[in-house]
């Protein structure tokens, strides 16, 4: 198949159970690719394949299918909901053209929906929203459309309505053809019959019908000019509009149904073909350059004529090999090809190229510009990299990933498991951007850094289950940081001598707070030649390397300014080495005058609670330190938003969850840095000098 119109690259994403995993099922059954489909909640759908999957019924890693629909192929990427695993959904909208946004109908707009939005927004992604679980207690569309114009700031363009709700719920009925879709109690997806709309909901159908084409034919002013006569327009120039205005992100089509019951599925697959882009349609990425990562003003047109340019952006470890994942955007792929990896300067050879069936292969011998594939075997290839053509070399814009706030320590429980160990990390590092690992140089222990409790508790677990490598693992750490708190002026000479030429360099130099996330700042003031030019690099990068370490814990140093304004030069004894070891001392000697502080991280909470327990919930995010922000009572309960420190939110589903009967639900994510109070400063301080004290 080459004709690129006839693509659909879109991936499913939303909040835990609202049921993303289970729509992508039965997209699959309809569409042929399976012939019995898994249910989650048995720990059998075909997308969620590990072992840590099927066990707690969510879905960790974003697993890419291909399958056909009206002679259109879907290339479906089905995301994880849960926030320490949005690196996924981040990386998978990435090379994403469109995308089914799924809300629970009793749940509505819940928090984590709402991130998984926002970075939909960002990515600029047309979507289609699919409003599940009519068929459970409690279920209200009309609710749900309402959140996602007040909570989500959208505006959805309603095409289906419900007929009946809850347990009553047998269908839909098509706003734009005025036809009702009846499924019987089969539980079969084919089993429906078309019927004229319910009498009781003519006057409905009617009153959102209107409203549905006066949405719509704002996208064509001729349209408009002739429905404002009375003229209404015809089907195919209504689908043209929405297709516009879906794609411009004017608004986002919605649909209702019960993907568990199979019941609406096949008019969101219709919607697919209908109104999101085919991969020709979408902006085409920018290409960036290399050195600085800056726009260079190009862009890599979707076409099988161009030159070869593809974007790693996932990499799986499983039974078959190391498999990495590739969004192809221009150009033509084959068996055999020499393609350069741009990040690294070396070339790769395509050796096995596969097509995704969940966790199925199909071989394949090329593959073209729309294409989303799997390659087996590479051996550079990180997440982010971009492969291109030997001869036209280009950067695709990379991914960027949110930095990791929660450590632990593991130390292997015998010792033939370090090797193993090493190894296993090694893979899992490459998969997984927002996982870090490094080793503590004083007791040489493994530190593991990610995105949440969940993340590493999920990590320790593959290490265990699949590399068969037991561990010890230490207490949660959290990532404080450094800063100063005043201005200081200072003078620090370095000056040694031995037989021979000697070492001296003195520096005249102010430090001070920087804007908050500003980093490290170093600028350069000297005039008439006290400190010759040469040697400021050799001064910023003195201070530079003595920011890793603070001086109140060893915690990496945040928004220092430093600015260089006199100083004092041997005409034979000084030299870069002589002013660089001069700023280090510098840098010891003035960081306790500045008022040195400590800086914890904080995080964005989002709770959502019955309504009979918020008071609990707030006196306990107060007791952890918390900030209450906001307060939005919904449908089903109360959600709370909260900035807490991370360092008090530790177990703190356990908690929340016998507070709230097992009613409450939670995502956080890291919001920044903010001052430690003086207590538990001086408590983290302690504990740092003991601990060392004890190695």
């Not at 909208?93 to 984590?112: A, H, N, R, T």
């Not at 320590?409 to 090694?426: H, L, N, Q, R, Y």
């Not at 983290?684 to 004890?694: F, G, Q, R, T």
């Amino acid at each position: 198949m080459t004709d690129l119109s006839k693509y659909r690259n879109i991936g499913i994403f939303a909040h835990v159970d609202a049921g993303k995993t289970t729509t992508t099922e039965r997209i699959l059954k309809l569409t042929g690719q399976i012939h019995k489909t898994g249910e989650v909640h048995d720990g059998e759908s075909t997308t969620d394949f590990m072992e840590q999957e099927a066990e707690r019924g969510i879905t960790i890693q974003s697993a890419a299918v291909s399958c056909f629909w009206n002679n259109h192929r879907f290339n479906v990427i089905d995301t994880p909901g849960h926030v320490d695993f949005t690196v996924e959904v981040y990386r998978s909208l990435k090379v994403l053209d469109g995308g089914i946004g799924v809300f629970c109908g009793s749940g509505g707009v819940e928090p984590q929906s709402e991130t998984n939005w926002r970075y939909a927004n960002e990515s600029e992604v047309s979507r289609l929203i699919f409003v599940n679980k009519l068929d459970r207690m409690g279920a209200n569309f009309y609710n749900v459309v309402d959140q996602v114009k007040n909570v989500l700031g959208a505006t959805p363009l309603i095409m289906v309505l419900p007929i009946g709700i809850e347990d009553d719920f047998v269908g839909v009925v098509d706003l734009l053809s005025k036809k009702a879709y009846v499924w019987d109690d089969s539980g079969l997806p084919e089993n429906y019959e078309i019927q004229d709309i319910p009498a009781d909901m003519v006057d409905d159908v009617e009153a959102y019908r209107e409203e549905l084409i006066e949405t719509a034919v704002e996208q064509d002013d001729d349209l408009m000019e002739a429905y404002m006569e009375g003229e209404e327009p015809s089907i195919e120039d209504l689908k043209r509009c929405i297709r516009k205005g879906t794609r411009d992100l004017a608004f986002f089509p919605t649909f209702c149904g019960s993907a568990f019951k199979n019941k609406g599925v096949q008019l969101v697959l219709d919607a697919v073909v209908d109104y999101l882009p085919s991969p020709t349609e979408v902006d085409p990425q920018p290409l960036t350059d290399k050195e600085t990562g800056e726009p260079t003003g190009e862009v890599a047109t979707v076409s099988a004529d161009e030159p070869l340019r593809a974007l790693a952006f996932k990499i799986m470890d499983d039974r078959f090999g190391a498999l990495t994942f590739i969004r192809i955007y221009s150009g033509v792929l084959k068996k055999g090809d020499t393609v350069l990896n741009s990040a690294t300067g070396k070339t790769e050879r395509i050796g096995r190229m596969v097509e995704m069936q969940a966790d199925e292969r199909n071989e394949l011998t090329s593959a073209q510009a729309g294409d989303i594939i799997a390659v087996v075997g590479m051996k550079n290839v990180q997440t982010g990299h971009t492969l291109c053509d030997v001869k036209h070399e280009c950067t695709l814009e990379p991914m960027i990933f949110p930095e990791p706030v929660i450590s632990i320590a593991v130390t292997p429980k015998d010792k033939g498991g370090s090797e193993k160990m090493g190894i296993a990390i090694g893979k899992m590092v490459a998969e997984d951007p927002s996982f870090q690992v490094e080793t503590d140089e004083d007791s040489g222990e493994t530190i593991l850094k990610g995105m949440g409790e969940l993340h590493l508790d999920i990590k320790v677990d593959i290490l265990k289950r699949t590399y068969g490598v037991d561990l010890i693992v230490g207490q949660p750490q959290v990532a404080y940081r450094e800063t100063i708190t005043q201005p200081v002026e200072d003078s620090y000479t370095h000056k040694k001598q031995s037989g021979g030429s000697g070492q001296f360099g003195k520096i005249d130099y102010r430090i001070k707070p920087g804007e908050p996330n500003s980093g490290f700042t170093f600028s350069s003031s000297v005039v008439g030649g006290n400190v010759p030019k040469e040697f400021w690099p050799a001064i910023e990068k003195g201070f530079a390397g003595m920011m890793e370490q603070g001086v109140l814990a060893g915690f990496p140093v945040l928004d220092v300014e430093i600015e260089l304004f006199d100083g004092g030069f041997h005409a034979v004894d000084s030299s870069a080495v002589a002013f660089e070891i001069a700023a280090k001392g510098a840098f010891r000697q003035s960081m306790p005058k500045a008022g040195a502080q400590l800086l914890e991280p904080i995080m964005h909470v989002d709770v959502f609670t019955p309504e009979d327990h918020v008071g609990d919930v707030i006196g306990d995010l107060n007791r952890r330190r918390g900030m209450i922000k906001d307060q939005q009572a919904g449908t089903t309960g109360v959600r709370i938003k909260a900035d807490v420190p991370l360092s008090e939110m530790f177990g703190y589903i356990g908690t929340l969850r016998t507070m709230t009967s097992g009613r409450g639900q939670f995502s956080m994510e890291f919001s920044h840095y903010a001052a430690c109070p003086m207590n538990v400063a001086e408590e983290v301080i302690a504990k740092v000098k003991e601990e060392k004290e004890s190695k």
